[in-house]
Structure formats: structure tokens, C-alpha cells
């Protein structure tokens, strides 16, 4: 009797390991870009429990960018993407839900994942003047080949095809120049 209880208790917990997501960023293959969101955050005791809201982003498969729409329920607040940063991710259900890997913010090395329902786009979500706008995903891809950007393979940040282009971000006299912004696809 005790042995059957001790392999049941075994059965138990190597399930549960197996349904428990890795919090390893190599076994995400996918980025995910945050451009914006809306969420409320539920709160117990003055502790945050849990975040549901949607938002749009952009997921890097394939070599190429596709915009989607989202919503999710989370343990955790989810954040912006900051400039070109994106999330590791992985389809959950191809198509429909992919889960993000997320950072715990102020915990250096420590990782939330949140599973989003997905509305995936045939064109791809760019920032331009401000707004959000909808590019073709061959015109982004154009860009990303042009300027060096595929964060799937660790090419986090777009690079300047025209290195000793400047224009001076002052009109003050004096005013050092910077390099200029690179353009986004159309």
C-alpha cells in the first residue's frame, strides 16, 4: 500500500513539473514587442495578485515582423517595451496564445511568463511621429534586412546603413551632432 501511494506521489509531481513553464530564455525561440497597454491590476491586502488587460505588439518569427493584438490575464503587471527591447517567447497554442517571458522588474535574473490570446495580423506594427501605425511585413522586413535588426537571432538593436550620417539635434550654435534616427518602414 505505501509503495502504490509513493509512486502516485512521484506521478504527481512529475506532472507538475512538466506543465510548470521554463523560465530559461533559450527555450523561447520567438520575440515578442510590446508597443502599448491597456490593464487593470487586481489587489489583495494592498498586494498586487493579478493584471488583465490586451495591448498590441509585434512578434518576430520566421526571420520577419507580424503586429498583434492581445489580451491576457497575468500574476504580474506587464510592461512596454523599451526602444527596439523585446520578449522571448513561444507559441502555446500556434496561432492563438503564445507565452512571453517576461523580467520580474528589480529581481536581476528572475522571469514571469504570461500567456497571451492572440490576434495575429497579416501587416506589422510600426512607430511613427508618435503613433502607432500599419506597415506591409515585407516592407519591415526590407528594413530589417537594411538596417541588421532580427531579434531572434540576437541582433537586438538596428544599425545605420550611412555610419557618418548626423544632423544636430539643436539649432544652438555649438549644439554636438547625433546620429540620426533611422527610418522606419513605411
Known amino acids: 500500500m505505501f509503495r502504490s501511494s509513493a509512486i ?42 493579478e493584471a488583465k488587460g ?12 507580424k503586429g498583434v493584438d492581445f489580451s491576457y490575464e497575468c500574476s504580474e503587471k506587464l510592461k512596454t517595451s523599451f526602444g527596439f527591447e523585446s520578449y522571448p517567447a513561444k507559441w502555446h497554442k500556434p496561432g492563438k496564445e503564445i507565452t512571453v517571458l517576461l523580467p520580474v ?16 495580423k497579416d501587416f506589422a506594427y510600426a512607430m511613427r511621429n508618435g503613433g502607432l501605425i500599419s506597415v506591409p511585413v515585407a516592407s519591415y522586413k526590407e528594413w530589417m534586412v537594411k538596417h541588421d535588426f532580427d531579434p531572434e537571432h540576437g541582433k537586438n538593436t538596428p544599425t545605420q546603413t550611412e555610419p557618418n550620417r548626423l544632423r544636430p539635434t539643436s539649432k544652438e550654435p555649438g549644439s554636438k551632432p ?3 534616427a533611422p527610418e522606419l518602414p513605411h
Open 105 to 120: 522588474f528589480g529581481k536581476t535574473g528572475s522571469f514571469f511568463t504570461c500567456n497571451l490570446k492572440t490576434d495575429v
Open 178 to 180: 547625433e546620429m540620426a
Open 8 to 49: 502516485c506521489c512521484l506521478a504527481l509531481l512529475c506532472a507538475s513539473s512538466l506543465i510548470a513553464e521554463s523560465k530559461n530564455p533559450a527555450d523561447y525561440p520567438l520575440r515578442f514587442h510590446i508597443y502599448g497597454l491597456n490593464q487593470t491590476t487586481f489587489y489583495q491586502n494592498r498586494s498586487a495578485e
Open 54 to 65: 490586451e495591448g498590441r505588439g509585434d512578434l518576430f518569427e520566421g526571420g520577419e515582423a
